[in-house]
Each structure stands twice: as structure tokens, then as C-alpha cells.
């Protein structure tokens, strides 16, 4: 059997995930690894047994055999890496979140069209059984309409060094606000109309604790609660008219009921066993669009990704939290209005 063959562009801890994942996926292997430290390469590729290692994010992407480059830098590297990776002409999978602002993504994603190469972002919820599952209980209208999402989502990951930093994109917004923000604009089929957030920062000026509540159209409210400073049950709870929709852990979605008026439980769902970890998901989807001659995933297109950092980039300004990295506002630097606004795009009415 031929094998679909994957480098990881980098060598920590969601590098390590990734190869624990695709070694007990069917039909992938990953076949390279590089790192800026040819040592941590080759430590990285005898534990996992992978073929190639090599001391250079250059010689990994301009390997021949390579068929899909999977980025697993921190953030604030995730843009040039991927753009490392297309100029080669490599397909390439870039893990969420997709860069650290908008203007970024959308010249990764303009280089990607140009050249005619696929260029996804790996928001693993997007591509979750759990997740469709989702989306066609709530288009058969089994709790009826849709009028508040309630989702939360904290850890303590302030051991967690480079998310301290705001020279490494660092916070909770961009790490793990995407999340129940992502669920939240899923299960409601729109973006809202408008916003009010606030924010908790630490000493270094990246947001610790968030907490934002939307508005959307037709009476439809949303809140969302995110921290990286302790943990919580991390659920999303959607209120429909005729019921509701609870989900254990809305970034690995675990377990999701579907409950009546009355309170009963009318259907529960949980990964499959054969479900590795999720993250398996992402990659069949990929390899998928790059074989159809596809340029981004249906599950996450482009658009998807730019409409999540545009959205996220107004709650940054609105509480005047800004990163040392190209292309970002700053306070002697004011924000400009985005060249393409996003459609019903929600002005951040408060910040603290």
C-alpha cells in the first residue's frame, strides 16, 4: 500500500501529537521532520521512527517525497512557515490558530491561490464526526430554532512559557478562544451583529481571561467564556426552542446529547472506536482536496479562517492588546479598517 507522506515542520509538543497520530492512521506516514537543530530532528525522528530528518525547515519542504508539509511552530512562525512551504510548492496543513492576525493569513492564502497550491488550517473541531453530527441535528430543527450558546472553555496554562509572551502571539484568545468561538459561529450559521468583550491581561499585556457576549440577528445571543488560568468542564450548551444541545469538551468534543423541553434525553453520541485522538480527521480531509486538485478543505476553507481572525483581531484592538510582530496594530500605530470587511461583522462595543 502506498502510503501519503507527511513532514512535520517543526519538533514540539503538537509535532509530537501529530506523529503519535498519523503512526496508527492507515494510508499516511509521516516521512520527514525538520527542525531548525539537525540534533532535535534526528532525537525526534528515531522516536517515532520517521525516515528523513533534517536540520532545516528548507530541506524539509524541498524534500521531492514529501506530500503535504504540516506546520507545528508557534504561532507567530506559523505564516512564514507556511509560506516557506508553498513557494517550494508544497501542499500545507497549518496548525490553528492559522497565523496571529488576519492581514497575515490572507497573504499566506493570496501566495497559496497564486501558485496554485492546497493551503489549509488544521482547527481539528471543524473536521470532527461529532462536529457534522452537530450541523444535521441542528439543520433537521430537533431543538428547533437556535437562541443562546453558552460555551467555556479554561485551562491552567500559565506554566505554558510562550503563551505569556506577546513577542510569540501569546494569550488565550488565539490559543483557545478559537474554539468555542468556532463552535458558536457553526451552530449559529452566521456571524453576529454586534459585540461587547472585556479582557483580563498579565503583566506581559496578553489577554488571560476573556469573556464576550454577542448578538445575532432575529433575537439570538451568544456568550463565551475562555481562561488560561485555571481549568473549568469546558462545555458548550446550545438552547434551541424545543430542546437543547449539550457538548462535554467543545475542543475534543467528547460526548453530545441532544435533550427535549421535558428535560429527556433523546439521543447521545460518542467518538467512534475506531477514533484515534481527532486529529486523524484533518489530514484525511487534506490529503482528500490535494488528490481532488483542491486548494483549501470545505470543512475549513479559506474564507472560514479569515472571518475567525478578523473577528478575533477586533477583540484585540478593542482591549488594546497587540503583538511586536509584523503586520500588527499598535497603540502609536492605529488600526485601520480592513481592506475586505467581514459580512455583518460585529463591532466590539466594550473592552476593560
Not at 501529537?17 to 534526528?42: C, H, M, N, P
Not at 500559565?158 to 468555542?180: M, S
Not at 439521543?267 to 489530514?283: D, H, L, W
Amino acid at each position: 500500500m502506498i502510503n501519503f507522506k507527511i513532514g512535520i515542520l517543526g519538533t514540539g509538543s503538537i509535532a509530537e501529537k501529530i506523529a503519535e497520530t498519523i503512526a496508527q492512521l492507515d494510508s499516511f506516514e509521516v516521512y520527514a521532520v525538520g527542525s531548525r537543530d539537525a540534533a532535535k530532528a534526528a532525537e525526534f525522528a528515531a522516536k517515532y521512527d520517521i525516515k528523513k530528518s533534517y536540520g532545516s525547515y528548507d530541506e524539509l519542504v524541498n524534500d521531492p517525497d514529501v506530500e503535504l508539509v504540516y506546520i507545528a511552530t508557534p504561532h507567530q512562525c506559523h505564516a512564514d512557515n507556511a509560506v516557506l512551504a508553498i513557494n517550494a510548492g508544497k501542499p500545507v496543513l497549518v496548525e490553528k490558530p492559522f497565523s496571529y492576525n488576519s492581514k497575515t493569513a490572507q497573504d499566506v492564502i493570496a501566495l497559496a491561490r497564486e501558485k496554485n497550491v492546497f493551503c489549509g488550517e488544521a482547527m481539528w473541531l471543524r473536521f470532527m464526526p461529532i462536529t457534522k453530527l452537530l450541523m444535521k441535528t441542528l439543520s433537521e430543527k430537533v431543538i428547533g430554532e437556535v437562541r443562546y450558546i453558552n460555551a467555556t472553555l479554561c485551562y491552567d496554562l500559565r506554566n505554558k512559557e510562550r503563551l505569556l509572551k506577546p513577542e510569540y502571539a501569546g494569550g488565550a484568545l488565539l490559543d483557545i478562544g478559537v474554539y468555542p468561538l468556532t463552535a458558536i459561529f457553526l451552530a449559529m450559521n452566521a456571524m453576529p451583529v454586534a459585540a461587547a468583550s472585556s479582557c483580563v491581561r498579565l503583566a506581559t499585556g496578553i489577554d488571560a481571561v476573556d469573556t464576550i457576549s454577542l448578538n445575532f440577528t432575529n433575537g439570538r445571543a451568544a456568550t463565551c467564556f475562555v481562561s488560561m488560568t485555571y481549568a473549568s468542564d469546558n462545555k458548550c450548551i446550545i438552547y434551541g426552542t424545543e430542546g437543547r444541545i449539550e457538548i462535554d469538551n467543545i475542543n475534543c468534543p467528547e460526548e453530545m446529547r441532544v435533550y427535549n423541553f421535558k428535560n429527556d434525553v433523546m439521543t447521545k453520541a460518542n467518538p467512534s472506536e475506531r477514533q484515534i485522538n481527532g486529529y486523524e480527521y484533518e489530514f484525511i480531509a487534506a490529503r482528500d482536496a490535494i488528490i481532488t486538485g483542491k486548494l483549501e478543505c470545505p470543512e475549513m476553507s479559506h474564507k472560514d479562517t479569515i472571518t475567525v481572525l478578523n473577528f478575533c483581531d477586533m477583540l484585540r484592538r478593542s482591549w488594546k492588546v497587540f503583538y511586536p510582530l509584523p503586520g500588527e496594530d499598535t497603540v502609536q500605530n492605529p488600526p485601520k479598517p480592513p481592506v475586505k470587511p467581514m459580512p455583518n461583522g460585529p463591532a466590539p462595543t466594550q473592552n476593560a
